[in-house]
């Protein structure tokens, strides 16, 4: 029921900030365009293809957005991501069309390929929520689980400076923030 709720309420805000369900890779998929995936950690990193690379193999990275200043630009189209809107799926990126990828070993990055369906480049969005004194509400925030092999995308070694590599690692507890990731639609 709470899972339906979400989903519910996922759509509504979908609906409210113009995010588009659209048609994607093949007839079953269907996600969401133009997509950060911001950390928890550090709400001003997000996931890159560094330097725009259209190269299979590169390597996932966190920077701030292609902006003057970290808090007030937008991110280019190698800093927005495709992502599945339920279930499982791949997560491709705006500008290079190539999907993130695990060699499903621990502590090796990810990196983007061509999209092609492997089990290596299929993602499955946990949400999990905190308690947040701040805001004196739950914090809902995701683990980006590849199924196949159990590895979170995850910064490695918690470093919140601009150009982190992203690597596969074993889901931890909602503490490890470097594997806590907000979608979000308006950066």
């Known amino acids: 029921m709470l899972k339906k709720l979400a989903f519910a309420l996922t759509l509504t805000l979908a609906a409210i900030t113009g995010v588009v369900v659209v048609g994607g890779g093949s007839a079953a998929w269907a996600g969401y365009n133009n997509i950060a995936l911001q950390s928890r950690m550090d709400y001003r990193l ?3 293809v560094p330097g ?11 920077n701030w957005t292609n902006s003057t200043t970290a808090s007030s630009g937008y991110a280019g189209t190698n800093q927005l991501w495709s992502v599945p809107t339920y ?5 491709s990126n705006m500008h ?3 999907c993130i990828e695990t ?3 621990a502590g090796d990055a990810v990196y983007q390929w061509p999209c092609n369906g492997s089990a290596h480049q299929q993602w499955r969005f946990d949400e999990l929520q905190e308690w947040d004194w701040t805001i004196l509400n739950y914090d809902h925030f ?7 092999s159990g590895l ?5 070694g918690g470093n919140t400076n601009p150009g982190a590599t992203v690597i596969g690692w074993p889901v931890a507890s909602p503490d490890s923030s470097n594997q806590d990731w907000y979608l979000n639609a308006r950066i």
């Open 46 to 48: 997000i996931m890159e």
């Open 52 to 62: 725009w690379s259209v190269g299979s193999g590169m390597t996932i990275h966190t």
């Open 87 to 91: 279930g499982t799926g791949y997560i």
């Open 96 to 98: 290079s069309n190539m």
């Open 103 to 105: 060699d499903g070993l």
């Open 142 to 148: 995701l683990h980006i689980v590849n199924p196949a």
């Open 152 to 156: 979170a995308l995850n910064i490695r």
